[in-house]
């Protein structure tokens, strides 16, 4: 039988970083074993002597192997918040970091009781949020199932906080990487059953620091040393590191083991917590507790608000903002009086319309019409009547197959008929669309149907494979029959035809409501992250209304759609659409040729294509014969959108359709299109900045986008001198800020991303575009950049895109962004631009460019250098969207004496 030391509780040495001295408290908590225990606790209030009862009170439980200072930022946080009347409470687990060593080994329902007494000793009153880690989560949860407030109060209802003499309740559950139970569609994770063997566990937990450093170890980046350091210091010597490997041996992964029982019953509680807001910030590259845990707990709490932080591990609150996150969620469920960051907010809801058209429904279009064609790989086509019967079918077949409305399906098929017959199979079930544009590269498709997590995933081969080569989620369904080999081989379970076949002759599932969630969007991720948007039915539907409204489109039109996330809006439009002979993933392959190809097919009146995939029709348009390439003259309206299109791009192409009007709306994922604006009216402002010659650009904004569409509200939040949104909301001519939209066509959500949703979405009812721009006098938007580009130099803060686009006013400049080096506040101003290839290395520019350069910019613009670049980096979807972070730090590279290499 293993030697238990017993050591007494103790305080934490003096030094470890971001723990207040002033926190630790040693507290003696009778009846616990016989004798009583002591532990250590972290306590905001452990000073505090005025009798003041807090309004709220945060429970803070650690896992294993770490202890109460995983909660230090969070407790900094608190004590550091404009009101003070929120208390946490981070406690040391009883033989873990510096709490007492009992000697005694402790199971799960011990430590439950362990804290219960400690919470009636600490005399807890009113409401408490338990934060939860690793094992703290069942401990944690099985606290909480005692002191379930069974009436379902809400924080939010000043007259349910209780007095100081009522007994405590539980008001919130905060979960990170945790479990309550293992999924029954995966084994327990390698490392736990590794390390729980007989001939590894006291090596790996107690006679080394090997579980402790690999826990640590999952984190990128790494840790500091300072805070790896701390993590270790409770378990210096291996007498200190028993309940460590206690914790893994009380895993309970047989049926009969002591604490299954007791585990299964705090899972089964969590049925009874449904009315208790929940949170679940999440580390999804945790070795252990990866996202099946997760998915676990969201099917046990399905009202629970989700954060996944994609980069976060094991220790998601060392490597993620956890302490941001809770903070702006307690805001969310506390009294107004309470919340320090709460404003009074009188923004009214975009009214929902639950009457529109739905997606899937063709019937006011005649029925011979066609609905999608094809030119790759052969020449076809599907008529309106046949789209709309084998929709039908396939919605009817995959719900006897199983799919069930609200289940996600990820599609990765080619754009074309099976697209549209996915597409639209999938709305008419009601089940929800995960859409991943394959121009996210590999790791960016990995990482967003890891976080999409879809039930399904219907694709072509290739993405099959990939599919199985990477392990993605999802039941696997073919386009088309597979040989009985492939399918084993890639786990497919079925296919489109085999569905439509299958459907055929049953009554087709009712439409879905028009709250249902309609799709899973992901952005380009050329802003950031690449993020999950989730749109409803209502949603998608006045998206699909504003387009037809705007661009008075009828079903006399015929579109050729050269950005594949467009070419899903022609059916539903009533429309014939047609996606061009390219590379969809790359929408620089596009010919002028096969675009004209593509015109001729449908004799297209409406052209979408990105900004660089105009870029490149322009550049083959001189290949072009007018005998084999008639003008485009059937087509009335050409649009462009994706990034920023200079109006040159739009002149080229006009010399193509001759007959068109050329516009760009401007917008994202989370709401298109926001504003609009026609070549004609680009022509006008290219020509205003050019009649000066050092121009004061007060009239001189960035890019004008044009005026907002009809239902969408603009609002401008000025930013500080720091770059920083205010919090307030104008619609004053000329004040740089960050564009906030209202529409009844913006998204729902970001998914699994509350803490971006929460910033986004505030105020209540608008959406925040992380763009800064300028409204100007006639009420037209200009766009500046993002807020994460804006430049804050000694004199104050600059948008980069108004001196861009001058710089590429000049010939021989092609590409050109504005960076800032040095330090925030004093950052020098510099210029990176792409000129015609062999006209200059790379490098700094010529002195008579760089004064050329200078000359054209405002005032106000002190260049402190113009370099140049043989390529400048862009995104992969657009093809145009400008890493500028990447270009700054190879700038601030070059100008501190490096050697110039190409980025």
């Given at each position: ?16 970083i971001?723990?207040?001295p ?27 002597t ?14 294993n192997p ?16 404009e009101?003070d ?13 510096y709490?007492e060593?009992?000697g005694?080994?402790?199971n ?29 989560g069942p ?17 939010d209802?000043?007259?349910t ?19 309550v ?22 090596l790996?937990?107690?006679r ?10 999952m ?7 300072q ?10 010597d291996?007498?200190r ?9 009380d ?14 019953r ?10 208790i ?5 999440w580390g999804?590259?945790?070795?252990v507790?990866?996202d099946?845990?997760?998915?676990d ?16 591990a ?9 302490g941001?996150?809770?903070?702006s969620w ?7 009086e309470f ?10 809801a975009?009214?929902v ?25 052969v020449q076809?086509s ?8 084998r ?16 289940q996600?399906?990820?599609v990765?098929v080619?754009?074309?008929?099976d697209?549209?017959?996915?597409v639209?199979?999938?709305w008419r079930?009601g ?6 544009d ?9 990482r ?14 290739k ?6 080569a ?9 386009v ?21 076949k ?11 409501d ?9 952005t ?8 999950g948007?989730i749109?409803r ?9 504003a ?20 070419a ?10 047609v ?13 002028a040729?096969?675009l ?20 490149n ?16 003259e ?9 990034a ?21 709306p ?15 009216e ?5 020509e ?11 009239d ?27 919090g307030?909301?104008?619609t ?9 939209v209202?529409?009844?066509h ?9 803490l ?5 979405s505030?105020p209540?009812?608008?959406h ?7 409204l ?10 993002r ?7 000694r004199t ?9 686009k001058r ?29 015609t ?27 402190s ?9 862009v995104?992969?979807?657009h ?11 190879w700038a ?5 004496g ?6």
């Amino acid at each position: 039988m293993r030697h238990r030391p017993i050591a007494p509780a103790q305080l934490p040495p003096a030094g470890i970083i971001g723990l207040d001295p002033d926190w630790s408290r040693l507290v003696h908590v009778p009846g616990i074993d016989g004798n009583g225990r002591t532990w250590h606790l972290l306590d905001t209030w452990a000073t505090r002597t005025d009798g003041v009862v807090p309004q709220l009170t945060l429970l803070c439980v650690h896992g294993n192997p770490s202890w109460s200072f995983i909660w230090r930022d969070l407790l900094t946080q608190i004590s550091h918040s404009e009101d003070d009347r929120v208390r946490a409470i981070a406690v040391d687990q009883l033989d873990m970091g510096y709490s007492e060593r009992t000697g005694c080994k402790r199971n799960l329902a011990t430590r439950i009781d362990d804290l219960c007494r400690l919470s009636t000793t600490l005399a807890l009153t009113g409401p408490v949020i338990t934060v939860a880690h690793d094992w703290g989560g069942p401990v944690s949860l099985g606290w909480a199932s005692r002191h379930l407030d069974t009436a379902g109060h809400a924080l939010d209802t000043p007259s349910t906080v209780p007095r100081a003499s009522e007994a405590v309740s539980l008001a919130g559950v905060i979960l990170t990487n945790t479990a309550v139970h293992q999924p029954p569609s995966a084994k327990a994770p390698v490392l736990i059953r590794l390390v729980r063997s007989r001939a590894l566990l006291s090596l790996i937990t107690i006679r080394t620091k090997a579980f402790i450093q690999g826990a640590i170890e999952m984190s990128r980046p790494r840790l500091s040393p300072q805070v790896v350091d701390a993590l270790k210091a409770p378990y210096r010597d291996q007498s200190r590191r028993t309940a460590i490997a206690d914790f893994v041996t009380d895993i309970p992964l047989e049926p009969a083991h002591e604490s299954a029982a007791v585990l299964d019953r705090i899972a089964a509680d969590l049925a009874t917590m449904r009315h208790i807001p929940a949170l679940l910030l999440w580390g999804p590259r945790d070795h252990v507790f990866n996202d099946l845990y997760l998915h676990d707990l969201e099917r046990r709490l399905p009202h629970a608000d989700v954060h996944r932080f994609p980069h976060a591990a094991h220790f998601v609150t060392e490597d993620a903002e956890v302490g941001n996150a809770v903070l702006s969620w307690l805001q969310q469920f506390t009294s107004r009086e309470f919340a320090a960051a709460a404003t009074e907010d009188t923004s009214p809801a975009v009214p929902v319309m639950t009457n529109r058209r739905a997606l899937a429904d063709f019937s006011h279009v005649e029925p011979t019409v066609q609905a999608v064609v094809e030119i790759l790989p052969v020449q076809r086509s599907i008529s309106f009547a046949e789209l709309a019967a084998r929709s039908e079918q396939l919605a009817s077949g995959m719900a006897a197959f199983g799919i069930r409305p609200g289940q996600r399906v990820a599609v990765m098929v080619t754009p074309g008929i099976d697209l549209a017959l996915a597409v639209y199979g999938c709305w008419r079930l009601g089940a929800s669309l995960v859409l991943v544009d394959s121009g996210l590269g590999r790791i960016g498709m990995q990482r967003a149907l890891q976080s999409a997590s879809p039930d399904y995933l219907i694709g072509i081969d290739k993405a099959l494979l990939a599919a199985t080569a990477l392990g993605w989620p999802g039941r696997r369904i073919a386009v088309a029959s597979r040989s009985g080999f492939f399918n084993r081989a890639l786990g497919i379970q079925t296919n489109l035809q085999a569905l439509i076949k299958l459907g055929t002759g049953l009554t087709p599932p009712a439409f879905p409501d028009a709250d249902a969630i309609a799709a899973v969007v992901f952005t380009s991720g050329s802003t950031g992250p690449s993020k999950g948007v989730i749109y409803r039915h209502h949603q998608i539907q006045a998206q699909r209304d504003a387009l037809v409204s705007h661009y008075e489109i009828d079903t006399n039109d015929r579109l050729v759609a050269a950005f594949a996330p467009f070419a899903l809006y022609g059916p539903t439009m009533g429309i014939t659409s047609v996606v061009p002979a390219m590379d969809v993933t790359a929408p620089g392959t596009l010919t002028a040729s096969a675009l004209m190809d593509a015109v001729e097919r449908v004799n297209a009146t409406l052209v979408f294509a990105s900004p660089a995939a105009l870029r490149n029709v322009v550049a083959t348009g001189p290949a072009l014969s007018a005998a084999d390439k008639p003008p485009g003259e059937s087509v009335r309206l050409v649009l462009s959108a994706g990034a920023p299109v200079n109006a040159s791009i739009l002149k080229d192409t006009s010399q193509l359709f001759t007959k068109a009007e050329l516009r760009t709306p401007y917008g994202m994922t989370e709401v298109l299109p926001v504003a609009d604006i026609s070549l004609t009216e680009l022509e006008k402002i290219d020509e205003d900045r050019t009649k000066l010659p050092a121009v004061d650009d007060s009239d001189d904004y960035g890019v004008c986008v044009g005026y907002p569409l009809a239902g969408v509200t603009l609002g401008i939040d000025p930013i500080d001198e720091h770059g920083v949104p205010g919090g307030s909301m104008t619609t004053q001519a000329g004040i740089l800020g960050e564009i906030l939209v209202q529409a009844a066509h913006a998204c729902d959500a970001y998914d699994r991303l509350w803490l971006t949703d929460y910033r986004a979405s505030s105020p209540a009812n608008w959406h925040r575009t992380g763009d800064v721009g300028r409204l100007d006098a006639n009420g037209r938007l200009w766009i500046g950049g993002r807020i994460s580009h804006v430049i804050t130099t000694r004199t104050g803060p600059v948008a980069p895109v108004a001196c861009e686009k001058r710089m590429e006013m000049l010939p021989e400049v092609t590409m050109a962004t504005l960076v800032g080096v040095g330090p925030r506040g004093a950052q020098a101003l510099v210029a990176v631009i792409q000129t015609t290839p062999g006209l200059h290395s790379c490098g700094g520019a010529p002195l008579e460019l760089t004064d050329r350069i200078r000359h054209m910019m405002a005032s106000d613009i002190d260049l402190s250098a113009v370099l140049i670049v043989n390529q400048l980096p862009v995104d992969r979807r657009h093809n145009s969207k400008i890493d500028r972070s990447a270009v700054a730090d190879w700038a601030a590279r070059v100008l501190s004496g490096d050697r110039v290499a190409s980025l």
